[in-house]
């Protein structure tokens, strides 16, 4: 199978999880500074959970843009990342009306967790459909590996400190925001 009908449905999943999670936020009841100091925690919340799945997005959009086909394998572990990413609207939302405590903050690393590893499944899965051109884009794979680490430190660290897994979590976004070349750029030496 081609990949398109996958990237079409994967990027209408998407799409919906940042609709539904700019759905949440709620006018505040009041024309005051107070008023939006009250939704500041559920308002970055929002702002890092949109940053995450744009950088699954577009790392997304690359992965699917080496692999020239798809197997039912690849559709299963790409279904398996989706439902990872679609909870992240939920442990979003709780995170930033509890203003970031401790258990909320260690679900939503869960939920980073997880969907981190079923990306990496999704890659592997398309490295044994494709070989080799497509496993020497990833290499080490380092920031993937350091991903992993982050999380697994953040989320028994949430329940020492909240804001030490918050940091963690923006660092791993920031390690991502620019998208993953290494794709790009083996291919471009094969051509």
């Not at 699917?64 to 790409?78: E, F, I, M, P, S």
């Not at 979590?169 to 991502?176: D, E, K, S």
Request: hydrophobic share 55%; net charge positive; proline share 4%.
């Amino acid at each position: 199978m081609r990949t398109g009908r996958l990237e079409a449905f994967s990027d209408g999943v998407i799409a919906i999880l940042i609709t539904i999670m700019v759905l949440e936020l709620k006018v505040p009841h009041g024309t005051d500074w107070a008023a939006l100091r009250e939704i500041i925690p559920i308002f970055l919340t929002y702002v890092l959970s949109f940053i995450y799945l744009g950088i699954y997005w577009n790392n997304h959009h690359h992965l699917l843009q080496a692999a020239k086909r798809v197997n039912g394998v690849t559709l299963w572990a790409n279904l398996h990342l989706l439902f990872w990413l679609s909870l992240v609207p939920f442990a979003t939302g709780w995170m930033g009306e509890n203003h970031f405590a401790p258990l909320p903050v260690a679900l939503y690393g869960g939920v980073l967790l997880c969907a981190a590893i079923a990306y990496t499944i999704l890659q592997r899965t398309l490295v044994r459909l494709h070989g080799q051109s497509l496993a020497a884009a990833f290499g080490r794979d380092v920031k993937g590996w350091a991903s992993l680490v982050a999380y697994l430190l953040a989320i028994p660290a949430a329940f020492i400190n909240a804001w030490v897994s918050g940091a963690l979590y923006i660092a791993v976004a920031i390690l991502w925001f620019i998208p993953d070349r290494r794709i790009e750029a083996q291919f471009e030496r094969q051509q």
